[in-house]
């Protein structure tokens, strides 16, 4: 009875308007026969030459970052609430802020990106259509487990499930003994480590 409650509840959800599709490849729907072989091609065609690189969105060695330099004591502060071990030497230290201000670079680029029109992901998992269905509750899925359920009561129903003897006949017939290399009767020998 309580299952059937949650799934009316479930099935009383809203629905995602639109669901992110993962893959930026989509094949166009072809009339007829599909052809694989010149799909294959077409992709490793496609595949072939980079269209896009990180490159790009890290600054070049000659190109000034617009952002503000970090400081030293900004540095040590950093690997200080990172738990990570202070600069040895002028030369690492310079290399290190050479590295974060590279990174931070980098996700500018990235917060620039337009997403007006991407949804938020809810969470990470597939959000497509099929992902969705699949992953849904029926009254199919759990009809099975409705089946071993008996009501009993007249005024206050209680839900009692039917339960099916489980088969121990493998556990108990188990020899504990005898993967041991040193026994002492029935029982094994551990050793503790004190002398």
Not at 44 to 51: H, V
Not at 80 to 104: D, F, I, W, Y
Not at 145 to 167: S, Y
Request: glycine share 2%; hydrophobic share 35%.
């Amino acid at each position: 009875m309580a299952v059937r409650h949650w799934f009316n509840y479930v099935q009383a959800l809203p629905r995602p308007l639109q669901f992110r599709l993962y893959s930026t490849f989509r094949p166009s729907p072809c009339s007829g026969r599909h052809n694989s072989s010149s799909s294959v091609a077409d992709l490793e065609q496609l595949l072939s030459k980079p269209t896009w690189s990180v490159q790009s969105l890290l600054p070049s060695s000659t190109q000034e970052t617009d952002a503000p330099a970090i400081s030293s004591k900004q540095l040590h502060h950093l690997l200080r609430l990172s738990a990570l071990p202070l600069p040895e030497n002028p030369e690492e230290e310079s290399k290190m802020l050479k590295t974060l201000s590279s990174q931070l670079h980098f996700v500018r680029e990235i917060q620039q990106l337009d997403t007006k029109s991407v949804d938020p992901l809810r969470a990470i998992r597939d959000e497509t259509l099929a992902a969705s269905e699949e992953q849904t509750v029926t009254l199919a899925a759990v009809k099975e487990a409705l089946a071993r359920e008996d009501v009993v009561g007249k005024h206050h129903k209680r839900i009692r499930r039917k339960t099916t003897p489980v088969d121990a006949k493998d556990a108990e017939d188990w020899d504990v003994l005898g993967y041991t290399e040193r026994k002492s009767g029935k029982y094994f020998i551990v050793d503790s480590g004190k002398s």
